[in-house]
Structures are given as C-alpha cells and as structure tokens.
C-alpha cells in the first residue's frame, strides 16, 4: 500500500533513530540485561508510541503497512528494543480504539508518552501456541472479575503494567470462554516475576506474573467471551507480519555490514568484494531479502484493506525467519573472525531471529496454519 507524505517522513526520522541511538548502544542494553529506556524516549520524540493511535487521542491513525517499515528499519538496529515499542503502540492502540472512554483516558496518554509499558499476556508456563488452553480463571463477582492465573513468556512483562489479558471464564469451553481484560500492574493481585534470565536478546522485556485474586472490573473487560478469542487470533496476523519485517531489517543490516566490510578488506592482494564466491554469498542474500520484502508488504496491505490476512501472514512469517535463520550464518561467515566482535550486529541478530522463530506461532504452528487455510 503507498505510504502518505507523512508517513515516509516518520520512516526517515525512525532510521535516524535506529542508526544513531538504536544500534550504538544495544550491545550495552544487552549486558546490561534491561530493555532501552534511551531508545523508548527518542521514540516517544519523533512520534511512534502514537503511530497506529486514533487522532482523537492524540494519535498519527497511520496504515500498517507504515507499521510494517518502520519494524524493517527499527528491527535493523535492535529486534528486542522494537518488540519492545511496538508492543506499548499497540497497547496504546488497542485502548484508544476498543476499551471505554474513561479506561482509555486513564492510560492512553501515559502509554503514548512512554511513562508506562504494555504488554498482552496470552502465553502460560503450561499453554504457548495453544491459544484454547490457557487455564487463568476470570470469575463473575460483584462489581467484575475475579482474576487468577500465571502468565509467562511475555514481552514487555519485566516491566509493563498496562496489560491486555486474556482469561478463561468457562473451564472447559476452550476458545468459547476466553474474554479479554485490561490489567493495571500497579493494583492488588498483580504479582510481577523477575524478568527471565535468557541467551540474549533482554532487551525485549520478557518476563511473566502472577493474578491472585485480581479484580478487573467490569468496564475493564475489553472483550466478552464469544469474541475474545477471535480478536485476539486477528490481532496476531499483524504480529507475524511486523516480526517477518523485523527479520528483513536483521538481514538488510547485516548485508549492509559485509557489503561495507568487503570494499575495505583484502586478501590475496584485492578486496574481498573481488572474489566471486565471497559476492555470490551476498548477492543470495539480498534476493532472499527482496522476495521476502515483498511478501511482508503483500500481507501488510491485506491488513490496511481489511482482507483476511493469515495465510499471507503466516507465509510471510515462516519464509522471512527461515530466511534469517539461513543467511545471517552466512553473512557472518563472510565477514571471518571479525564478524564476532560485539561492534558488529551479528550474534545480536542471530539471537533475534531465534526469538522470531517462536513468538506469535511458531514455525510448526505456522505450517499447520498454512496448511488448513490452504485445505478450507
């Protein structure tokens, strides 16, 4: 879908953003283990807390297929930092347009000025891409909810506390009884975990907590069960698509990186870039890259016209992580020993691409997607 004037100016703005603030300090981010607060307040500057929010709010109202470059050009300087804005935006988002006015008011501005986080919490310690089995247990008492249940495996959990939950209201009714709750972290019954000690990638937030005896009221139930699950199930087909994206960014950078790499290098008395096989290595790279660019951008226009989405989104998603799992190897191999210096981006990506793997579907669920949307 054609970008606005505006929009190609926020881009430009947020490539600024990845280059200069982003990229330079996500190494330290990660051994400091902490998501990049630095990075999230430049965000905040330049406008992309607001990018999908309403006017009314605020907000920019821009396409998601805007959403889906801009993670491009972000995921290029840090995948974990831009799961991490992404995920408060569409908080922000989702409040704006879908929870009651006086919710919204309460938390929309905070989110969009980045002094609180979102997260949506659907994964437990014992329910992943098993969306029907969560077990959290919303019970009807006086006045709304009656909240109880782990979550885990979150972006954004170490920190947020403007959630988007979804609970089960009718054990054993599967998709049938989950509804959906706004969660605010700094009320009784929230019970934070400490963020998850992981290989890498800290900057994303992750984490869980725990629901005891939470109450949400009852204009704090977003979406009654019946319609919970759908939405929830509609809203991951953007996610799948703005992570194929973020994949695309890991790679373009990469290949950025080498192709510098090798005008500067030389062996056996040239450039690096004079040696045929060291070329090809990239030149199969960067048509990966386009064929899976182009991919991302057919399922972002599907979104913006309201067309189903999942099969294009889950394609995309399943080609564009293959894809970073095969050639940022191969991009780091072309650049030898150096490539394992932690100024360069590549161990970085590497574990980016691991993580895209396995949020919002993973491969094995995304083939299973693919394979009953192409039986229906």
């Not at 699950?229 to 087909?237: D, P, Q, R, W």
Request: proline content about 4%; hydrophobic content about 45%; some cysteine.
């Amino acid at each position: 879908m054609p970008l606005t004037d505006a929009e190609h100016a926020l881009l430009q703005r947020a490539a600024t953003l990845s280059r200069d603030i982003v990229s330079p300090n996500a190494a330290r981010w990660e051994r400091e283990r902490r998501i990049g607060h630095e990075g999230l307040s430049a965000a905040v500057e330049i406008g992309l807390t607001r990018l999908q929010v309403p006017l009314a709010f605020g907000g920019l109202a821009m396409s998601f297929s805007c959403k889906a470059q801009l993670a491009d050009v972000l995921g290029a300087g840090d995948f974990g930092f831009t799961m991490s804005l992404i995920n408060t935006q569409n908080i922000a988002a989702k409040l704006a347009r879908d929870a009651p006015a006086e919710v919204a008011a309460r938390y929309v501005p905070d989110l969009i000025a980045g002094r609180r986080l979102g997260c949506t919490a659907l994964t437990e310690p014992g329910a992943g891409s098993d969306f029907a089995a969560i077990s959290t247990l919303a019970k009807r008492v006086e006045g709304g909810w009656r909240i109880d249940g782990a979550k885990a495996w979150i972006t954004n959990a170490g920190e947020a506390d403007v959630v988007v939950l979804y609970a089960q209201t009718e054990p054993g009714s599967g998709g049938r009884g989950i509804a959906g709750f706004l969660i605010d972290g700094r009320r009784p019954g929230f019970v934070r975990e400490p963020a998850f000690a992981l290989g890498g990638q800290h900057t994303i937030g992750t984490g869980g907590f725990r629901l005891e005896g939470y109450l949400a009221r009852d204009e704090e139930m977003l979406h009654p069960p019946g319609q919970a699950f759908k939405a929830a199930l509609s809203s991951i087909n953007g996610a799948r698509t703005y992570i194929a994206a973020m994949c695309c960014g890991m790679v373009g950078d990469a290949l950025r990186v080498v192709r510098e790499f090798g005008e500067q290098r030389h062996t056996f008395g040239k450039p690096l870039a004079d040696h045929q096989g060291w070329r090809w290595r990239l030149a199969e790279a960067a048509s990966e890259l386009a064929a899976c660019r182009l991919m991302v951008a057919h399922a972002a226009t599907l979104i913006d016209e309201g067309r189903d989405a999942q099969l294009a989104a889950a394609q995309a998603k399943l080609l564009a992580t293959r894809m970073a799992d095969r050639q940022l190897p191969a991009l780091a191999q072309a650049m030898g020993a150096e490539g394992l210096r932690e100024h360069y981006p590549f161990a970085r990506h590497l574990m980016g691409a691991r993580v895209a793997g396995f949020v919002d579907g993973s491969t094995e669920m995304l083939l299973e997607r693919i394979c009953a949307v192409m039986r229906a």
